[in-house]
């Protein structure tokens, strides 16, 4: 069944068409609210608020949007909604580590280069933290989100001259924070 099928089900009521539309969505809301917010319980509570508000509000959902170009906009005011009156303060995720039998310097080594990854994606996730909202939103929109330009302009109603500037923009901020640490370990061009 198509989306917009999916959609007119909902509409009138039907628990299944919705259930379907969550499926086919919940990963990406999820991921969405996991890159704002580095931390899966927050992120899944986040997730399962925005279904909510998305089900509570599908009766004024008129169509002339995409589903889930409107439901990434219930996303993005409610994580934004979130995380202001959380203060902003940051989270991180803690990640599962399977353990390997290896030698003791396979060990060493392998935790070094670990600590190395993890310094780097925490100095990453900092300064995209520390990007302006409108900066940061359309930052992680595109280059994590991977959503294309004319999404992220529905998405935040914006034109796309406006998304391509603002996500130029954003990059050049990001560039000019990290420049000073990539220099350190092999130049600028290493991003």
Not at 70 to 95: C, M, P, Q, T
């Amino acid at each position: 069944m198509d989306e917009k099928e999916l959609v007119r089900l909902a509409r009138e009521g039907s628990q299944e068409a919705f259930e379907e539309l969550v499926k086919k969505f919940q990963s990406k809301v999820f991921s969405m609210a996991l890159s704002f917010t580095r931390n899966r319980e927050a992120a899944d509570d986040l997730a399962q608020e925005v279904f909510l508000k998305a089900y509570l509000a599908l009766p004024r959902f008129q169509g002339k949007s995409e589903f889930g170009t409107w439901l990434y906009r219930i996303s993005v005011n409610h994580i934004k909604d979130f995380l202001r009156k959380k203060g902003r303060a940051k989270e991180v995720s803690l990640e599962d580590v399977g353990e390997i039998s290896l030698s003791d310097r396979d060990q060493a080594d392998k935790a070094a280069l670990e600590s190395e990854a993890e310094a780097r994606r925490g100095l990453v996730r900092r300064s995209v933290e520390g990007l302006p909202d409108k900066y940061r939103v359309i930052l992680t929109l595109r280059d994590i989100q991977g959503l294309p330009y004319d999404e992220i302009s529905r998405v935040l109603r914006l034109s796309p001259g406006t998304v391509d500037s603002r996500l130029h923009r954003a990059r050049k901020i990001l560039r000019d924070r990290m420049s000073p640490y990539l220099q350190r370990e092999g130049g600028v061009d290493a991003m």
